[in-house]
């Protein structure tokens, strides 16, 4: 056993074993002692022959940069929980994801089917949104830092690319990137921003469409020198997402996708053109009237919740059990529609309540992706079913009509429900 696998960080986080190595350092399986849990260590390598003034540097930025993403609660996102300077040099602890790389199910199976790829798009387009709002540019987005656990799509690595060869961290503050992933603006030595991370998103999805990314070099040189000079080779897989991946990998930063172009052209790509408004499907069609009939009885001054409980049922099922007096969103909420029925019922406490429910399988459906407003609620009687809740205090759960006790502020649950 080497020295680092007997070490315990901070008395508390343990080395166990090693999950692979990256240009900026090492990624260790952990267990932290106190919470009696599994965390996974990146341990940054510094780069070599750093003078005293920039080894400062980086430890303040390299806990600068943890604590940023550290404030981001969104699914796609691994989450940080601690960052600690030990043996010379910075240790973030986070999130264990039991999960493959999109590089290593890349390199495992070719190149990924269109409709995964426009769903892992659409993760990362979600988790890039909520960093950009929050000033955060990742730099380093790359299909080596997407974890994939089942439908989970998850991006790790926040803010820490550096660049190894720079001189002098304090003179150019000049973080790079992977170059066959790194945006032609970045590479000429402009600073990373939203746009060069989402040049980043095309290249990675064009990576898993194709096999590879669309300037990868037998070396460094040769690569930034094809990203400078030529074009992009046209996507043979892409489908109805090249629109999506040729407005990501535009050169000119001005007229690359925005984020909510890169989101429109993606879903276009899963549904079709739209035009005007979405026409409402049944399940929209039912909401819509549940919203009526709730604002109806507001005004009315009758209890919302017995009315919407009995517009939503979509099956016949046993009366239901809620009444006029039960408190929205109180602990032991109202049981809601159908559940007898139902698979899984969720409705919103708050709005905060934000959810991703799929049906698993070789193709899987992505059934909701959504924050749902105080009162909102979603049901589901698919058989099999994945489904996460990201604040189970913000949401009220029922499984198979069993109400689930709602969880702490910022709770994460996640229900695996298999009717056999
Ligand atoms: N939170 C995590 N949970 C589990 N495995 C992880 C986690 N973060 C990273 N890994 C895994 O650790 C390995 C090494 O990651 P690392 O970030 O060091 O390398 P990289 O992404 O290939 O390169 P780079 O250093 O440029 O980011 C990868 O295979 C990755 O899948
Ligand atoms: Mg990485």
Redesign the pocket.
Known sequence: MSQSERLVLATRYRLVSE?????????W?GHDELLDRAV?I?ELRLPENLAEDDRVVFYRRTLREARAPAQLRTHSI?EVYDVVIEQGRPWIV????????L??LIERSGPLPPERVAHIGRALLDALNTAHKAGIVHR?L?P??V?LDGDRV?L??FG??FSSGSASLTKTGHFMG?PAYVAPEVAAGEKATPRSDLWSLGATLYAALEGRPPFERENVMATLSALANESIPPPQNAGALAPVITGLLEKNPTRRLSHARAVDRLERALTGPRSGRRPPTPRYRLMIVIGLVAATAASCGIGATALIVGMMREKPGPSPTATASSPPGSAQAATPPGVATSTLVVRARTDTCKIFVSVPGDAMTVLSDETLHMGDARQYDQPRLNAVIYDTSACDVWVNGQQKPPGRPGERQTYTLNKG
């Open positions: 999950i692979g190595q990256g240009a900026n350092g090492t990624v399986r996974a990146k691994v986070m999130e264990m994801i039991e999960a493959p790389s590089e290593q380093d790359k080596s830092n974890l998850v790790t690595d820490l690319a992977s």
